[in-house]
């Protein structure tokens, strides 16, 4: 099979559930679903993922999910995010320890024993850093190992604001990701961050967090507000502060967006 038509594993990890795709096509070819499975993790914690790993292990062992490349989308639930002051001249090492101090001072001790990711320098603009616990990327490393090629890990965060970055670029408002029991809010003014968050909660507190945010940042509440509903039950702000613009997730036919994290995969 040719390396550019190879079939791939997308896996969304989340709290309540492992979903993953095994999808054909390259470049050049429409992509198509050859494979789905999904795992529903009712009894799991929304701070673990011992069984979601160990559901992702025991399907990447079977032949027809065997040997492929791996792109993993983490749940809110098990990122946590943080906007990094401008690095104009700074080395990659200086950036990533400025991300290190920022995370201490924002999240505490719990930071030392996360893996920190920090978007590429934009010199005088800040950037997007993220946290991810290292015993967390140390099991999905081991889940693959000799079964399938771990090719990615993104946070659901990162493909989510790519769908929409271009609208972005020149609007004022903020990114609401909702995911089942976790919503994530992003402030941003014309494409530059200005801060994220994360919160326990469903999406019908959506209306409540956005004014406690808003005024917890001493910001002035309102602007464009991008919607991605992964959970399907986000309550959207009354009143004339916000316009409403939805992010809908990429089309595979057979595939359920708002039922698969893992679909967000195909960027």
Same mark, same amino acid.
């Given at each position: 099979?040719?390396?550019?038509?190879?079939?791939?594993?997308?896996?969304?990890?989340?709290?309540?559930?492992?979903?993953?795709?095994?999808?054909?096509?390259?470049?050049?070819?429409?992509?198509?679903?050859? !494979?789905?499975?999904?795992?529903?993790?009712?009894?799991?914690?929304?701070?673990?993922?011992?069984?979601? &790993?160990? %559901?992702?292990?025991?399907?990447?062992?079977? =032949?027809?999910?065997?040997?492929? @490349?791996?792109?993993?989308?983490?749940?809110?639930?098990? &990122? $946590?995010?943080?906007?990094? =002051? =401008?690095?104009?001249?700074?080395? !990659? %090492?200086?950036?990533? /320890? +400025?991300?290190?101090?920022?995370?201490?001072?924002?999240?505490? #001790?719990?930071?030392?024993?996360?893996?920190?990711?920090?978007?590429?320098?934009?010199?005088? $603009?800040?950037?997007?850093?993220?946290?991810?616990? $290292?015993?967390?990327?140390?099991?999905?490393? /081991? %889940?693959?190992?000799? $079964?399938?090629?771990?090719?990615?890990?993104?946070?659901?965060?990162?493909?989510?604001?790519?769908? *929409?970055?271009?609208?972005?670029?020149?609007?004022?408002?903020? +990114? %609401?990701?909702?995911?089942?029991?976790?919503?994530?809010?992003?402030?941003?003014?014309?494409?530059?961050?200005?801060?994220?968050?994360?919160? *326990?909660?469903?999406?019908?507190?959506?209306?409540?967090?956005?004014?406690?945010?808003?005024?917890?940042?001493?910001?002035?509440?309102?602007?464009?507000?991008? &919607?991605? @509903?992964?959970?399907?039950?986000?309550?959207?702000?009354?009143?004339?502060?916000?316009?409403?613009?939805?992010?809908?997730?990429?089309?595979?036919?057979?595939? #359920?967006?708002?039922?698969?994290?893992?679909?967000?995969?195909?960027?």
């Amino acid at each position: 099979m040719s390396p550019l038509s190879r079939e791939r594993v997308l896996v969304g990890l989340a709290p309540e559930r492992l979903s993953a795709l095994s999808v054909g096509g390259g470049w050049w070819r429409r992509p198509r679903l050859v !494979d789905r499975h999904t795992v529903p993790l009712p009894e799991q914690d929304a701070a673990h993922w011992d069984k979601g &790993v160990a %559901a992702l292990e025991k399907l990447l062992g079977e =032949p027809s999910w065997r040997g492929r @490349d791996v792109g993993i989308i983490l749940s809110g639930h098990y &990122v $946590r995010h943080a906007v990094i =002051p =401008p690095g104009a001249g700074m080395s !990659d %090492a200086e950036r990533r /320890n +400025l991300a290190e101090v920022v995370f201490r001072e924002v999240f505490g #001790d719990l930071a030392r024993d996360w893996e920190l990711r920090v978007s590429p320098s934009q010199g005088a $603009r800040p950037t997007l850093a993220c946290g991810v616990p $290292r015993t967390l990327l140390a099991a999905m490393r /081991n %889940a693959c190992k000799g $079964r399938a090629r771990l090719a990615s890990v993104q946070p659901s965060l990162m493909p989510v604001f790519n769908r *929409a970055r271009r609208q972005m670029a020149k609007a004022v408002g903020c +990114l %609401a990701l909702v995911e089942p029991g976790r919503v994530t809010l992003s402030a941003l003014e014309n494409g530059v961050w200005k801060y994220v968050d994360s919160r *326990a909660g469903g999406g019908q507190l959506l209306p409540q967090l956005l004014l406690e945010e808003t005024e917890l940042h001493a910001r002035q509440p309102g602007g464009i507000l991008w &919607v991605c @509903d992964l959970a399907g039950d986000a309550l959207l702000p009354g009143g004339s502060f916000w316009s409403h613009e939805r992010i809908e997730p990429p089309r595979l036919a057979g595939v #359920d967006g708002i039922s698969s994290l893992a679909i967000w995969g195909m960027g």
